[in-house]
């Protein structure tokens, strides 16, 4: 069975910091590239964060570039989003994406609520 789990999310207040973790199975980890996105209520699925495995190369959007940072461990077949000076805008669903383009494998997670507030 194919599995992407969410976790980490929680309440934290403007300024602080979260580590979002996705525990991948059921499929080969390494050779997909790993997404994080977020969908806020009323708003589209965005893409966050992106990594790839034989480049290692990361891409973000505008709004978190210096804020968090995406990182994967393939012997864990984990993924992981830290995030720091967290904002109200960050408040969104979490969601983790596997993508291999060659096997042609688009798996995701249920998503982890991530709530930015005083």
């Known amino acids: 069975q194919v599995q992407l789990v969410e976790s980490g999310g929680g309440l934290v207040q403007p300024g602080g910091s979260l580590r979002l973790s996705c525990a991948a199975s059921?499929?080969?980890?390494?050779?997909?590239?790993m997404s994080w996105y977020r969908q806020a209520p009323g708003k589209e699925r965005a893409l966050v964060a992106a990594i790839t495995t034989a480049s290692g190369s990361t891409a973000y959007v505008d709004s978190v570039k210096g804020r968090f940072t995406i990182r994967r461990d393939n012997a864990k077949n984990t993924v992981y989003l830290d995030m720091n000076s967290l904002q109200p805008e960050d408040t969104a669903v979490y969601y983790c994406?596997?993508?291999?383009?060659?096997?042609?494998?688009?798996?995701w997670g249920q998503g982890t609520q991530v709530t930015v507030s005083s």
């Open positions: 059921g499929f080969t980890f390494s050779p997909h590239v």
């Open positions: 994406n596997a993508q291999d383009r060659w096997r042609k494998t688009d798996y």
